[in-house]
């Protein structure tokens, strides 16, 4: 072989050499990116991402010391907190008094029988009575009239049957049930034994069925106040029911809740629940690609959750002051909106609004400036855009795409500027699921929604849940007022 040959083998050789350690190096690269977008997921948290809380991990418990520490350091002194209201028993019109004479005096020893009284002091003690079942019962006459026809009085609506439950039970069970989230065997043995009122499990399944029976007038009000309702906020969040995933979504306002279960999560779903299909106000939600279907209405985004994805994504250095300084711009349009509401205006100020969004450009600037150029790569871990550089895109680019609805607030000081309404109205069915375990047919899962609807709502309005629910088994539902809240 002569040196020539020699040397161009050698240079083959290098060159598949050098074609395999490019080869690997791009498989390390996408490894790495691989690693980091697990870690990532792996340190996903309510704080930083849209996540729940009931899905965080359990933090350590501080000892006492620590908690003590951190008081100080915040300055917080041990007890009540200056401007916070006392909270204490206050005296309460006595039903019962009785009075204490003491027998003999507790010097000399003599009879006080017939002592003068020279002063008292009283202490109140307030207690529940022995709790029994009161047992009516009613008594149907017949009577005969002169013309020889026997007439039957009528029995009230509550006694429906030789020996039932009132509609005190019925409304205890389904606080029970539907407000404590208790489960069916607990709810039954806390009536027999505390309350004397032993029912089975069958009977407070059927109870909540009919319970939630007689809700069909209450949800259609329900529904035709959202559908008027200038500003209503949507979420939704997944259950189970039976061995399938189920959908519970909501549409809620400050004084109205709907919670709805299907088996669909999308579209499909909203459409059936049939509000959002002609509304024509401003949803609140997170901007979940579906209620972008709904062209009739204008939309916003719950701003709350742009802080958390603008915090996850300034956990990486190259990208922390964009995201800092579009999150003060946010939080700078929540306040410049809230002070607006206020004040009574429908809008933020033309001259503050203008500065607001010259800020919220700016700093979207900045973040494509941070960016490799080119377009992004479709697939992950390929194309040279790491994961960090590919959350920091999607981010910037939402916030571009979707200006309009992440700054709705300041066009209109009616919408709030998170979607904290929608998210309370369902945090109630993810503790359900927690204390009572899933829901074992659609048919129940739909009764609780139901009922749920009638008891937040209730709420909401400053009424007695209980009272509202006692009034649902007698004279009907509450029903909420014209005004649909925002």
């Not at 009575?129 to 009239?145: F, G, K, S």
């Not at 909203?270 to 949803?283: H, K, P």
């Not at 250095?317 to 607006?340: D, G, I």
């Not at 150029?373 to 999607?394: K, S, T, Y």
Request: charged letters at 25%; glycine letters at 8%; a neutral charge.
């Amino acid at each position: 072989m002569t040196t020539a040959e020699r040397i161009a083998e050698l240079e083959a050789g290098l060159a598949e050499l050098q074609a395999k350690l490019a080869e690997r190096d791009a498989e390390n690269d996408a490894l790495r990116d691989r690693i980091a977008h697990l870690e990532a997921e792996l340190n996903r948290n309510s704080e930083n991402s849209s996540k729940p809380p009931s899905a965080d991990p359990l933090k350590p418990r501080q000892s006492r010391s620590e908690r003590r520490a951190a008081a100080r350091a915040a300055g917080r002194k041990q007890g009540k907190q200056p401007g916070a209201p006392g909270a204490n028993l206050a005296r309460r019109v006595p039903d019962e008094t009785i009075n204490h004479a003491p027998v003999c005096c507790g010097s000399c020893g003599s009879d006080l029988a017939g002592a003068e009284v020279v002063g008292e002091v009283r202490r109140q003690v307030l207690e529940i009575p022995e709790i029994r079942v009161c047992v009516t019962d009613h008594v149907a006459e017949r009577r005969r009239c002169a013309c020889g026809h026997e007439t039957v009085g009528a029995f009230p609506p509550e006694a429906r049957a030789p020996v039932c439950w009132g509609p005190e039970v019925r409304a205890l069970a389904i606080y029970l049930m539907d407000r404590q989230h208790l489960p069916l065997e607990r709810t039954a043995e806390l009536l027999g034994e505390l309350l004397d009122a032993p029912v089975s499990t069958g009977w407070l399944c059927a109870v909540q069925q009919e319970a939630a029976g007689k809700l069909a007038g209450f949800i259609i009000t329900v529904k035709d106040r959202l559908g008027e309702a200038p500003v209503v906020h949507a979420d939704e969040t997944g259950t189970r029911v039976g061995l399938t995933k189920h959908w519970v979504h909501t549409l809620a306002t400050n004084l109205l809740t709907l919670l709805v279960v299907h088996p669909k999560r999308g579209v499909e779903a909203l459409e059936d629940i049939g509000i959002l299909a002609e509304y024509t106000g401003t949803v609140v939600h997170d901007g979940w690609a579906p209620y972008e279907v709904f062209k009739g209405a204008s939309h916003a985004q719950c701003g709350a959750h742009l802080v958390r994805h603008l915090a996850a994504v300034g956990r990486t250095e190259a990208f922390a002051t964009w995201c800092a300084e579009m999150t003060e711009v946010l939080l700078a349009a929540k306040k410049a909106s809230e002070a607006a509401a206020g004040e009574g205006l429908a809008r933020v100020r033309p001259s503050t609004a203008t500065g607001l969004r010259r800020r919220y450009q700016a700093c979207l600037d900045d973040a494509f400036a941070l960016l490799p150029p080119g377009p992004l790569p479709r697939r992950r871990h390929e194309g040279g855009w790491d994961v960090h550089q590919r959350a920091a895109f999607n981010l910037a680019t939402r916030l571009r795409e979707d200006h309009d609805q992440v700054l709705r607030l300041l066009d209109d000081t009616r919408v709030r500027f998170d979607n904290n309404i929608a998210e309370r109205a369902l945090r109630m069915v993810k503790l359900h699921d927690k204390i009572s375990g899933t829901f074992r047919s659609a048919e129940g899962a739909t009764a609780f929604a139901t009922v749920r609807s009638y008891l937040q709502t209730v709420a909401l309005n400053g009424q007695n849940r209980l009272n509202a629910l006692h009034r649902l088994f007698t004279t009907g539902p509450w029903l909420p007022p014209l005004a649909g809240g925002t």
